[in-house]
């Protein structure tokens, strides 16, 4: 998958992880490696992203004697969700058009 939309799906499975609850780093890439391939590595710079831009926001909680980091969707975030999944539209429309010749010719 080319590495720019991939970047692009990864920042907006990210927040829909969090849409519902606070989440934290581990949880979110159990959450969505079965969707797409993420690492802890990869997860942490979409979160300082994503936090820059301020599409969620990150407070610390003691678990198990530790700090935990959870995160947060924001009304900006929330709004990113809803562009991208007006954005798919258009993206299914190419790919229809891309494949149209595949469903004729089986």
């Not at 942490?44 to 301020?54: D, K, V």
């Not at 969620?56 to 980091?69: D, F, M, P, Q, Y």
């Amino acid at each position: 998958m080319d590495i720019q939309m991939k970047r692009g799906l990864l920042d907006v499975c990210v927040l829909s992880s969090i849409k519902n609850e606070d989440s934290y780093g581990y949880k979110m890439v159990k959450d969505i490696k079965p969707y797409i391939s993420v690492s802890e590595s990869t997860l942490y710079p979409i979160l300082r992203r994503l936090e820059a831009s301020e599409m969620l926001t990150v407070k610390s909680i003691e678990h198990n004697g530790r700090l935990r980091k959870y995160y947060s969707i924001t009304n900006k975030g929330l709004e990113r969700l809803r562009e991208f999944k007006e954005e798919w539209k258009e993206i299914m429309a190419v790919y229809h058009y891309i494949t149209r010749e595949d469903v004729v010719n089986d």
